[in-house]
């Protein structure tokens, strides 16, 4: 079976459990094309999410995770295609969106604290020219209590782990709250116990009718907590819940040559090797 | 007693006393953000994009400030596009930019004939020279300055931070960008009589970074910015008036001094303080 086919089984397999649902979603993409210049870096992407759902973006380095996150946010050039939030343009509701950047871009010594930086996520509701209040300073206070950095609302964020900084990006997430949230590796290259609070979070957002989007290396994470997965390899690979996309061929597919299924007693461990992509 | 009021008895002195403060104050408020940024070599090439501004309007008669402010908030706004365009090298285009855009004042200088002097200062500056006029564009300058900050602080602030997901919300980051650029451009038009235009980019980073090693939050950082300018300045003021010597550069090393001796200070109590 070639992994169009399997694209294919996956679609027809999500709109099936679709149909007993209402037909509102959150996140829609149409058709879409992104990057910069004539060539686009991502192409042919479509799906759509209802409300309430958690779906884990994968594929290897430079399949365009992050050009996925950044196009639906309108942070880059779109080339074709349309996106929609709640049936409108997403781009004209951002604020709407929360985004939690990858790690690396975070410049770690600049002079805030840790409560600055998750107000920053209030900024659109308190709107141009005025300051914060009570009401955000209680929204910060509660983000913070939820990635359990109270403690730490007034350290400078260059003192704090790679952990716990990502948890503070997510409370920043949080204080905004928006209706859809893209996290791009909000689990790469931080402590278990981080990777599980976060995790924590996310399934209570999920469970409160947020819809969740994650970029993430880690499959088997992927299989044990996501509603959907989206297999991304420069084009839309495919699209469905895991127990459908999880198949050889279409992981083959996404991938390349650069992945392993372990088989581990009756159940399939993948390995997705993750630094060797560019030297093809 | 002599000596600390001695040189307040003299008007000019007064003059440069007031306009030292309010130059200072603007370059600190905007150094943070040039600081935190990365933006001095854009503040030095939009300085020196100010100088054929002023000779041009010095052979026209008009008003320096306006020569001056027309060159640098028009280099701002090309340097802004400029890095919307090209995604790549553009350093080198502001390189390019601001070697000729001086190059043309210095050129269009050696065609005046006769006195000068008054331009040279423009170059090296010469706060004992400010005039009531001058204070009077130079306090106007600043009030605009500080209203924009005081309006943008919470944009400004995410801005500097992370652009990205400023974007990402929905701010007009361009345009945010576009306006901040333009007020370093004005905060240099406002110290180009203090300092000139080969000096005015240490106005506008060192008492800022000598902040930065001291405190790990924003407004302070403007704060303390203020005060070591404004030391500076008095400071530079005094040297210069007792020594004899040029106002300006004096300034600017009072000020690269105040740098290096926090540094030291901050090496002996924390010895293993990462540097900035």
């Not at chain 1, 929609?84 to 604020?95: C, G, K, M, S, T």
Request: some cysteine; charged content about 15%; aromatic content about 8%.
């Amino acid at each position: 079976m070639n992994a169009d086919e399997g694209m294919r089984r996956a679609e027809s397999e999500s709109r099936a459990v679709g149909a007993g649902s209402p037909r509102h979603h959150c996140l829609e993409v149409q058709d879409l094309a992104a990057g910069y210049g004539n060539q686009p870096a991502i192409d042919g992407i479509s799906f759509a999410v209802r409300p309430g759902q958690m779906v884990g973006v994968i594929g290897p380095n430079g399949a365009g995770k992050t050009t996925l996150f950044k196009a639906i946010l309108g942070l880059i050039p779109i080339l074709r295609g349309r996106i929609l939030l709640h049936d409108a343009d997403a781009h004209a509701q951002r604020a709407m969106m929360g985004y939690l950047p990858q790690l690396d871009e975070i410049h770690r010594t600049f002079p805030v604290s840790v409560s600055d930086v998750v107000m920053m996520g209030r900024y659109p509701r308190i709107g141009w020219s005025r300051r914060s209040g009570a009401e955000d300073a209680a929204a910060v206070r509660q983000a913070l209590e939820r990635v359990d950095l109270l403690d730490h609302a007034r350290t400078q964020i260059g003192k704090l782990s790679g952990g716990q900084l990502q948890r503070v990006l997510l409370a920043r997430v949080l204080a905004q709250d928006p209706h859809l949230l893209l996290l791009d590796e909000p689990v790469s290259g931080v402590d278990t116990t981080t990777q599980h609070a976060i995790f924590g979070v996310l399934e209570e957002l999920r469970d409160n009718g947020k819809t969740v989007v994650v970029a993430t290396h880690d499959l088997n994470c992927v299989v044990e907590r996501f509603d959907q997965v989206l297999c991304l390899s420069k084009r839309l690979v495919a699209y469905g819940s895991p127990a459908v996309v999880f198949r050889e061929e279409i992981l083959e597919a996404t991938y390349g040559s650069h992945l392993m299924v372990v088989k581990v007693g009756d159940r399939r461990v993948v390995v997705a090797d993750e630094h060797h992509h560019r030297r093809e | 007693m002599n000596f600390l009021t001695g040189p307040w008895q003299f008007g000019f002195m007064e003059r440069a006393l007031l306009g030292g403060i309010l130059v200072g104050t603007i370059c600190a408020v905007i150094g943070t953000y040039v600081v935190l940024r990365g933006l001095a070599f854009i503040g030095d090439a939009l300085a020196h994009a100010a100088f054929p501004g002023v000779v041009i309007a010095y052979m026209l008669k008009v008003n320096i400030y306006l020569g001056a402010a027309i060159f640098t908030v028009g280099t701002a706004l090309g340097i802004a596009f400029v890095s919307r365009r090209a995604r790549t090298s553009y350093d080198t285009t502001i390189g390019i930019l601001f070697a000729g855009a001086f190059a043309l004042g210095i050129l269009l200088m050696s065609t005046i004939q006769g006195y000068t002097a008054d331009l040279f200062s423009f170059l090296f500056g010469n706060i004992l020279g400010v005039s009531t006029t001058d204070l009077l564009v130079v306090g106007v300058l600043a009030g605009i300055v500080i209203l924009a900050v005081a309006l943008c602080y919470k944009e400004f602030l995410l801005l500097s931070f992370d652009p990205v997901v400023a974007e990402a919300m929905g701010y007009p980051v361009q345009a945010l960008n576009s306006l901040l650029l333009t007020l370093v451009a004005l905060t240099i038009v406002i110290s180009i009589q203090a300092v000139g235009v080969v000096l005015v980019v240490a106005l506008l980073v060192t008492p800022s970074a000598t902040a930065y090693l001291v405190t790990e939050r924003f407004f302070r950082m403007m704060l303390l910015g203020i005060l070591f300018s404004i030391l500076a300045i008095v400071f530079g003021l005094y040297l210069s008036f007792y020594f004899n010597v040029a106002s300006g550069a004096t300034i600017v090393l009072v000020s690269t001094c105040l740098f290096f001796l926090t540094l030291g200070v901050r090496r002996l109590i924390h010895p293993a303080a990462p540097s900035i």
